[in-house]
């Protein structure tokens, strides 16, 4: 079996479950090297996994490297992936995909033109409870859908200090949270055609009360949006909602529902892999029973651990097979479309504000949790 060799490039916070996945979890893909603007910390990194460290314009010219890995701040992801497809790799990036749709067009387009692929997180659709829930609603077990609701929550005040890219562009409940949410939505029930949003930022100081932080106990500028409340409409005709609220309490505490008109689907929440799923099924007695019962669902799928990575390992199976990626750019693209036509629906004062792009609900990966890897081939 082929494999792929892959070159990380940023070694924050989110690095070490990227890599520890790509290193000893996924056969196909290997990890050759890892860069950082500050060397040492790419020097620290590669010592644990026993690969070389060198600057980013060394992995970039490096011909071995076959995907690069884009771990760096969303404000510089546009000019590291531009320079890596450049460079003939393929790229797969940490959220968000870029700042703004022009720049992430422009990337699908340079990657079609060079016959490279491309593709950003959030992967956590993979998750073992979202396949199972595109299972059940593929099977016709919830009978005709006819709406959803997701309610979503963090912590700003415990999470600002101790993540200090929240506060930079990019970092925002929209292009770092909301992300995750879109995602699953798309996945699970296909694009959306229009958006109405309202959008807020009502807090623009916080008290830094992460103890490791340098700006312990000092006010600090928080000047990203942390309130998101929306309806959408999605191409099939289902229309939902979307909300969600950083300035509430630690940890997420997700409220997502799938009605249809044979049950109700519970589902967990769209940032994890683990979660569980329950249903409400049609079948209410009445008069022998006290209260509807809400079944708790086992899911037999892969990936119920934390696999991040796991969408830049179907890259590579994807390539093998000559077939697109779960994770592509045109499926990227959407999600930040979707996220920029809330702004634009908030600017208007929350009117209806129509997406332009779509895309495929991608390839089901219900294969049974004992073949994680093999999970990612298709043929």
């Not at 050759?32 to 990194?45: G, R």
């Amino acid at each position: 079996m082929k494999t792929y060799n892959v070159g990380v490039i940023g070694t924050g916070m989110i690095c070490r479950i990227y890599i520890d996945n790509i290193a000893k979890r996924f056969e196909i893909v290997e990890l050759k090297a890892v860069a950082d603007i500050a060397l040492e910390k790419a020097e620290e990194v590669a010592k644990i996994y026993g690969v070389k460290a060198c600057t980013v314009d060394e992995l970039l010219a490096d011909p071995e490297i076959d995907i690069v890995l884009n771990l760096t701040p969303p404000f510089v992801h546009y000019d590291i992936m531009k320079r890596a497809l450049e460079a003939g790799k393929h790229v797969y990036t940490e959220k968000t995909f870029t700042m703004n749709t022009q720049e992430a067009a422009e990337l699908v387009a340079l990657a079609k033109e060079k016959d490279l692929m491309i593709g950003s997180a959030p992967d956590t659709f993979f998750a073992s409870w979202v396949q199972n829930a595109r299972a059940i609603i593929d099977s016709g077990r919830l009978g005709r859908i006819t709406s959803f609701a997701m309610v979503g929550n963090r912590d700003n005040d415990r999470m600002l200090g101790a993540m200090p890219y929240m506060n930079k562009p990019g970092g925002g409940l929209l292009l770092d949270y909301c992300v995750y949410y879109l995602t699953v939505l798309i996945n699970l029930l296909g694009p959306v055609k229009e958006v109405s949003a309202k959008i807020k930022a009502p807090y623009q100081q916080h008290l830094n009360t992460f103890p490791y932080s340098p700006q312990y106990g000092q006010m600090i500028d928080t000047p990203n949006e942390s309130q998101i409340y929306s309806v959408l409409e999605m191409e099939n005709g289902i229309t939902g909602t979307l909300s969600i609220n950083a300035d509430s309490v630690f940890f997420d505490q997700t409220y997502f529902a799938i009605y249809g008109n044979k049950g109700i689907l519970y589902l967990a929440c769209p940032d994890w892999f683990n979660g569980e799923l329950s249903i409400y099924e049609n079948t209410y007695d009445f008069e022998n029973a006290d209260k509807p019962v809400r079944i708790k669902i086992e899911d037999p799928y892969a990936f119920k651990t934390n696999s991040r990575g796991v969408g830049l390992a179907d890259m590579a199976w994807a390539r093998l097979e000559g077939r697109e990626p779960r994770v592509n750019g045109e499926r990227c693209y959407h999600v930040l479309e979707i996220e920029e036509r809330m702004m634009e629906s908030d600017e208007k004062n929350g009117a209806f504000v129509t997406v332009e792009s779509t895309c495929d609900r991608c390839i089901p990966v219900a294969i049974p949790t004992d073949t994680e890897e093999s999970a990612l081939k298709t043929r």
